[in-house]
C-alpha cells in the first residue's frame, strides 16, 4: 500500500502538489482561528483578566506619545507660544458665557408671565377659554370621527364619576415621578407633601453680582412645614482656573446652599426615629433605645453637603455634590422651561427616540454585513462559526 500511495503521489502533476498544499495550509491556519477565537473567547469571560485589561486600557488613556519630547527646541518654543495664545481665548470664551448669562437673564423676565400664566391654570387660578384650550394634533396623532366620538363619551363618562378637578391636579409631582432623575430621589412619604407643590421658578442674579441662579419651590398650605418657599442656590464661575487655564469648558457650580425648612412637630419626614436593644455587660440586662436618624427623603435637597473653604471635600461629599449639581442644571435647564412636556411624557419620548435611532442605525449595518457575507464568492456558510441567533440552541 505504501507503494501505491507513493506511486500516486509520484503520478501527480506538480501543479496539482501545489494546490494540495495550499488546501493543507488553508485547513490548518483555519484551526487555527478557531483555537484563537475560543481560547480569546475563554479569557474574554475570565473576570481577573478583564480587570487587567482594563487597567491597561486605563494607564494608556491620556499618555504621551513621546513626539513633543522628540520636536526640536525652536518648535517646542512655537507651541508654547500656541498654548498662550488657547490661555487668551479661554478667557475671551469666559466673557462670552457671562453675556450669555446675561441673556439668560433677560429673557427669562420676557417667559415668566407665561410661566405665570401656566401657574394659575395648574392651580386653578386661571380658566383657559375655548381657544386657548384649541389644541391641533400630529398627523400621527389625529383620530377617526369614529375614535373621536367614542373618546368624547369615555371623557363625558369619567366627568360624571368623578368630581369636577381644580386646575391639574398633582402637576408638578406628576412631573417628578415621570422623570428618572428625579423620582430617584423621591420616597413614598415625599409624595403627600409633593401634591402641595405649586411652582418652580429660576431666578437668576441681578447685573453685577456674582454668577448665580436660585431655584424657588413654591407650596401651598399643608400640614408638613409652614414655609410657603423653598430655595436652593446655585454658585457658578466663568473663568479658566489659573492652574489648570485647559479645563475651561464653560460655567461650572462652584458650591450651593439650600435653606431651613420649619417642619411641624412630628411631620419631618427626612428624620426617622428607631430603636435599639442594648444589653448591659455585667448584669445582662437588656434596655430599649430610641435614636433619631436620617431618612431619605427629596427634601434632603435642601440640605446639600457644605463646601469648606479649602474647598477638599471627602468622596461620599464629592458624589453628593456632583449629583445635586446635575439635577439643579436639569430642573433650571429642562424642568422649568418646558414642564407641561414632562407633565405628558413627550419630553421623555423625544429622549426614547433618540435612542432609537441608534438601535435602528446598528440593525443596518448588520443587514449591510450579512449582505455582504452573500455577495462575497468566497463565503462558505458552512464554514461560518457564528450561526444566526434565531438558529442557537436554548
Given at each position: 500500500m505504501a507503494d501505491i500511495d507513493n506511486k500516486e503521489q509520484a503520478d501527480l502533476d506538480p501543479a496539482d502538489m501545489e494546490d494540495v498544499e495550499e488546501v493543507e495550509e488553508e485547513e490548518t491556519g483555519e484551526d487555527v482561528n478557531n483555537k484563537a477565537r475560543q481560547l480569546t473567547v475563554q479569557m474574554m469571560q475570565n473576570p481577573q483578566i478583564l480587570a487587567a485589561l482594563q487597567e491597561r486600557l486605563d494607564g494608556l488613556v491620556g499618555s504621551p506619545s513621546g513626539y513633543m519630547e522628540s520636536l526640536?527646541?525652536?518648535?517646542?518654543?512655537?507651541?508654547?507660544?500656541?498654548?498662550?495664545?488657547?490661555?487668551?481665548?479661554?478667557?475671551?470664551?469666559?466673557?462670552?458665557?457671562?453675556?450669555?448669562?446675561?441673556?439668560?437673564?433677560?429673557?427669562?423676565?420676557?417667559?415668566?408671565?407665561?410661566?405665570?400664566?401656566?401657574?394659575?391654570?395648574?392651580?386653578?387660578?386661571?380658566?383657559?377659554?375655548?381657544?386657548?384650550?384649541?389644541w391641533k394634533p400630529d398627523e400621527e396623532e389625529e383620530l377617526t370621527e369614529e375614535m373621536k366620538e367614542k373618546a368624547k363619551i369615555e371623557d363625558e363618562k369619567k366627568d360624571d364619576e368623578k368630581e369636577d378637578p381644580k386646575g391639574i391636579p398633582e402637576f408638578w409631582l406628576t412631573v417628578?415621578?415621570?422623570?428618572?432623575?428625579?423620582?430617584?430621589?423621591?420616597?413614598?412619604?415625599?409624595?403627600?407633601?409633593?401634591?402641595?407643590?405649586?411652582?418652580?421658578?429660576?431666578?437668576f442674579?441681578?447685573?453685577?453680582?456674582?454668577?448665580?441662579?436660585?431655584?424657588?419651590?413654591?407650596?401651598?398650605?399643608?400640614?408638613?412645614?409652614?414655609?410657603e418657599v423653598l430655595t436652593k442656590t446655585y454658585k457658578m464661575r466663568s473663568e479658566p482656573d489659573e492652574s489648570d487655564p485647559f479645563s475651561f469648558d464653560g460655567p461650572e457650580i462652584m458650591?450651593?446652599?439650600?435653606?431651613?425648612?420649619?417642619?411641624?412637630?412630628?411631620?419631618?419626614?427626612?428624620?426617622?426615629?428607631?430603636?435599639?436593644?442594648?444589653?448591659?455587660?455585667?448584669?445582662?440586662?437588656?434596655?430599649?433605645?430610641?435614636k433619631t436618624v436620617p431618612n431619605d427623603s427629596f427634601f434632603n435637597f435642601f440640605s446639600p453637603p457644605e463646601v469648606p473653604e479649602s474647598g477638599v471635600l471627602d468622596e461620599d461629599s464629592e458624589e453628593l455634590?456632583?449629583?445635586?449639581?446635575?439635577?439643579?442644571?436639569?430642573?433650571?435647564?429642562?424642568?422649568?422651561?418646558?414642564?407641561?412636556?414632562?407633565?405628558?411624557?413627550?419630553?421623555?419620548?423625544?429622549?426614547?427616540?433618540?435612542?432609537?435611532?441608534e438601535g435602528e442605525e446598528a440593525d443596518d449595518e448588520e443587514g449591510e454585513e450579512e449582505a455582504d457575507e452573500e455577495n462575497d464568492p468566497d463565503y462558505d456558510p458552512k464554514k461560518d462559526t457564528n450561526p444566526p441567533a434565531e438558529c442557537k440552541q436554548q
Amino acid at each position: 500500500m505504501a507503494d501505491i500511495d507513493n506511486k500516486e503521489q509520484a503520478d501527480l502533476d506538480p501543479a496539482d502538489m501545489e494546490d494540495v498544499e495550499e488546501v493543507e495550509e488553508e485547513e490548518t491556519g483555519e484551526d487555527v482561528n478557531n483555537k484563537a477565537r475560543q481560547l480569546t473567547v475563554q479569557m474574554m469571560q475570565n473576570p481577573q483578566i478583564l480587570a487587567a485589561l482594563q487597567e491597561r486600557l486605563d494607564g494608556l488613556v491620556g499618555s504621551p506619545s513621546g513626539y513633543m519630547e522628540s520636536l526640536p527646541k525652536v518648535v517646542k518654543r512655537r507651541v508654547n507660544a500656541l498654548k498662550n495664545l488657547q490661555v487668551k481665548c479661554a478667557k475671551i470664551e469666559a466673557k462670552f458665557y457671562e453675556e450669555v448669562h446675561e441673556l439668560e437673564r433677560k429673557y427669562a423676565a420676557l417667559y415668566q408671565p407665561l410661566f405665570d400664566k401656566r401657574s394659575d391654570i395648574i392651580n386653578a387660578v386661571y380658566e383657559p377659554n375655548d381657544e386657548e384650550c384649541e389644541w391641533k394634533p400630529d398627523e400621527e396623532e389625529e383620530l377617526t370621527e369614529e375614535m373621536k366620538e367614542k373618546a368624547k363619551i369615555e371623557d363625558e363618562k369619567k366627568d360624571d364619576e368623578k368630581e369636577d378637578p381644580k386646575g391639574i391636579p398633582e402637576f408638578w409631582l406628576t412631573v417628578f415621578k415621570n422623570v428618572d432623575l428625579l423620582s430617584d430621589m423621591l420616597q413614598d412619604h415625599d409624595e403627600p407633601i409633593l401634591k402641595h407643590l405649586k411652582d418652580i421658578k429660576v431666578k437668576f442674579s441681578d447685573p453685577g453680582q456674582a454668577m448665580s441662579f436660585t431655584l424657588e419651590f413654591y407650596f401651598g398650605s399643608n400640614e408638613y412645614f409652614t414655609n410657603e418657599v423653598l430655595t436652593k442656590t446655585y454658585k457658578m464661575r466663568s473663568e479658566p482656573d489659573e492652574s489648570d487655564p485647559f479645563s475651561f469648558d464653560g460655567p461650572e457650580i462652584m458650591g450651593c446652599t439650600g435653606c431651613q425648612i420649619d417642619w411641624k412637630k412630628g411631620k419631618n419626614v427626612t428624620l426617622k426615629t428607631i430603636k435599639k436593644k442594648q444589653k448591659h455587660k455585667g448584669r445582662g440586662t437588656v434596655r430599649t433605645v430610641t435614636k433619631t436618624v436620617p431618612n431619605d427623603s427629596f427634601f434632603n435637597f435642601f440640605s446639600p453637603p457644605e463646601v469648606p473653604e479649602s474647598g477638599v471635600l471627602d468622596e461620599d461629599s464629592e458624589e453628593l455634590l456632583a449629583a445635586d449639581f446635575e439635577i439643579g442644571h436639569f430642573l433650571r435647564e429642562r424642568i422649568v422651561p418646558h414642564a407641561v412636556l414632562y407633565f405628558t411624557g413627550e419630553a421623555i419620548e423625544d429622549d426614547d427616540d433618540d435612542y432609537d435611532e441608534e438601535g435602528e442605525e446598528a440593525d443596518d449595518e448588520e443587514g449591510e454585513e450579512e449582505a455582504d457575507e452573500e455577495n462575497d464568492p468566497d463565503y462558505d456558510p458552512k464554514k461560518d462559526t457564528n450561526p444566526p441567533a434565531e438558529c442557537k440552541q436554548q
